[in-house]
Each structure stands twice: as structure tokens, then as C-alpha cells.
């Protein structure tokens, strides 16, 4: 039981430098969501997808894109990484709105 | 908009104590309630829900009631166990349309043998 599966678990970049964290879930669910969480903020959504083909911005969106080409994969990219972006991020899945399913998280420290 | 608060601060408490987080919300309309739990090192997991008021939801020994005339959700566990040390969100959905859930800033529970 894969559920919801994030790559790297673990990256540190440059100011500047662009990177992608890739979301994998094989639940068949439709929705799918990308979080980060920072000490003292909580969780804070990015974007999220309802839908192969559709994404939409959340609360913190600027900085980032996403893309769902499949409906099985969501992905984060970072096109210029700045310090503020250095955070945990969360991808996460459902079917509906109630219960999400959670990867383990992306460590990603900006320099 | 819609949002949930959460009491300040890390909770320490000795095995077997009572746990009490508490947890008020912000909503129009008639949200659901949920709280999420990260154990360390892993990614949230849905701990229990309540989708009406006066519902108590329960799992693995804790418990919330939807108090909709206080608008709070508060979770409560009887006799914690060292395994219960974890991170602890409340959140909500208005489900009307909405597909996201907002969440508290969460409460980090050390529970000391």
C-alpha cells in the first residue's frame, strides 16, 4: 500500500536555483493538494487540483506552479528558490473534501 | 474567513494523565470538524471527524464534540500513553463547494513515562 508518495525526501538549493518535488498517489483520488508547514504557522495550502488537467491557488501560491498532467501526479516546481521558501512540504490526496491522505514530506532547505 | 485556533503552546504531561487541546473555530455556514494527528517524522493522518453539531467523534481513545453554540471542538483523551506524543491539528471544511481544509497551528504533545 503506496498511498501517497513524495520525492525528494530531502533537498537543499541555492537562491535561485529551480527544482521540482514530485507527488505520486495511487488511491485513484481526484483531489490532490500541496502544503508547506513552518514552525509556529501550521499547515498552509500552496495549491491544489480538483481534477486531471486543473489546478487552482491556495493561500501562500506565490513562488510556486504545479502542474497535473495525470491525474495520478501532482507536481511543485520552484522556478527561482528564495530563503523564505526553505519549509517542509506536504503533499496530500482525497476523494472528497473530509479525510486527507498525506505523504511523508519534503525537507527542503533554501540557502 | 473560515479558520480554526488553537491553544498556545507545546503540552508536557506525565502517562496516563488527562489531555485536554483546545480548538474554537470561525465559520459561516456549517462546517465540518476534524482533527489530524503527525506522528514524528511522517506526514498527517486523520485522527477523528464530526460533521454536525452535537456529533462526537472518537478514535484510538480520544474524543471532540461539535459544540456548535461554544463553536468549538476541543480533544480530549483520558489516560495518554508515551505513543501519544505527536502533533495535534484541528481543521475544518464548509464542504459547500469548497475542497480544502484550513487548519489550526497545531500542539505538540510530549507525554513524559
Given at each position: 500500500n503506496a498511498g501517497v508518495t513524495q520525492t525528494p525526501k530531502f533537498r537543499v538549493l541555492k537562491t535561485g536555483q529551480s527544482m521540482t518535488l514530485l507527488c505520486a498517489q495511487d488511491?485513484?483520488?481526484?483531489y490532490m493538494y500541496w502544503y508547506r508547514q513552518d514552525p509556529g504557522m501550521g499547515l498552509r495550502l500552496i495549491h491544489y487540483s480538483v481534477g486531471e488537467g486543473t489546478t487552482a491557488k491556495g493561500e501562500v501560491p506565490d513562488g510556486y506552479n504545479v502542474s497535473r498532467?495525470?491525474?495520478q501526479n501532482f507536481l511543485l516546481g520552484l522556478e527561482s528558490a528564495a530563503p523564505s521558501q526553505t519549509s517542509v512540504y506536504f503533499c496530500a490526496s482525497s476523494v472528497g473534501s473530509t479525510k486527507l491522505f498525506f505523504g511523508s514530506g519534503t525537507q527542503l532547505s533554501v540557502l | 474567513g473560515d479558520s480554526v485556533t488553537q491553544m498556545e503552546g507545546p503540552v508536557t504531561l506525565s502517562e496516563e494523565a488527562f489531555l485536554t487541546i483546545n480548538c474554537t473555530y470561525t465559520a459561516t455556514g456549517y462546517p465540518s470538524l476534524f482533527w489530524y494527528v503527525q506522528y514524528p517524522g511522517e506526514g498527517l493522518q486523520l485522527l477523528l471527524k464530526a460533521t454536525k453539531a452535537d456529533d462526537k467523534g472518537s478514535n484510538k481513545g480520544f474524543e471532540a464534540t461539535y459544540r456548535k453554540e461554544t463553536t468549538s471542538f476541543h480533544l480530549e483523551k483520558g489516560s495518554v500513553q508515551v505513543s501519544d506524543s505527536a502533533v495535534y491539528f484541528c481543521a475544518l471544511t464548509t464542504g459547500r463547494g469548497n475542497n480544502r481544509l484550513a487548519f489550526g497551528k497545531g500542539n505538540q504533545v510530549v507525554v513524559i513515562p
Open positions: 488511491m485513484n483520488h481526484e498532467l495525470k491525474k | -
